[in-house]
């Protein structure tokens, strides 16, 4: 487990900077081998080496507002301690057509530790999600097994090419078939 639960402190450009856009979840094909999760970015496919996630249930927050449950999760490209990597959260239980708006604000964020964005003295991930593109579709979850099914799609551009049209032209998607996770406690 390299960098789980490492705060989403370099994403503050993507928070910044989002505004709404529509969201695009046409590739409902789930061709992939049993037990394997793969991520396809602007065409691109990777097989996750490492996956690993969070149960946590549902409450309530400090200001009063109710959160479903939801697992956190982090997905490695390789073993390689400096391993891109996607992490963020999905619904703990089977849903269909899931939004950023409707599960409570999950959404994924790429992590490049040799691709980053310098921005007003700042370094980033060179990567910003249209959170409120996310759409999730949980087929099947065993919280005991920690095995998950399902797939989810969320729009993104790189920072430069955000900051100079503010667009989202790019899709990333996750397509999990019976992927097994490694279950992780919090800090």
């Known amino acids: 487990m390299k960098k789980f639960f490492r705060f989403f402190a370099m994403a503050a450009i993507?928070?910044?900077?989002?505004?709404?856009?529509g969201d695009d979840d046409d590739d409902d094909d789930a061709d992939i081998a049993n037990g394997a999760?793969?991520?396809?970015m602007n065409g691109s496919n990777w097989t996750v080496?490492?996956?690993y996630a969070q149960w946590n249930e549902g409450g309530q927050t400090q200001?009063?507002?109710?959160?479903?449950?939801?697992?956190?999760?982090?997905?490695?490209?390789?073993?390689?301690?400096?391993?891109?990597?996607?992490?963020?959260?999905?619904?703990?239980a089977v849903i269909s057509n899931g939004t950023y708006q409707s599960t409570s604000?999950?959404?994924?964020?790429?992590c490049d530790e040799n691709d980053l964005y310098e921005y007003q003295g700042e370094s980033y991930y060179n990567f910003v999600p249209?959170?409120?593109?996310?759409?999730?579709?949980?087929t099947a979850i065993d919280l005991n097994a920690c095995k998950l099914s399902g797939n989810w799609t969320e729009d993104y551009n790189d920072c430069e090419g955000y900051l100079t049209n503010g667009s989202y032209p790019y899709t990333m998607t996750g397509k999990m078939n019976n992927s097994q996770w490694t279950a992780v406690e919090a800090e």
């Open 37 to 40: 999760y793969e991520i396809t």
């Open 14 to 21: 993507a928070g910044s900077l989002m505004v709404a856009c």
């Open 63 to 92: 200001s009063g507002a109710t959160y479903d449950p939801y697992l956190a999760v982090e997905m490695c490209k390789t073993t390689a301690e400096d391993s891109p990597y996607i992490k963020g959260s999905l619904a703990a």
């Open 130 to 138: 249209n959170k409120q593109s996310f759409v999730e579709n949980i």
């Open 105 to 110: 604000g999950d959404y994924m964020l790429y």
């Open 49 to 51: 080496a490492e996956f």
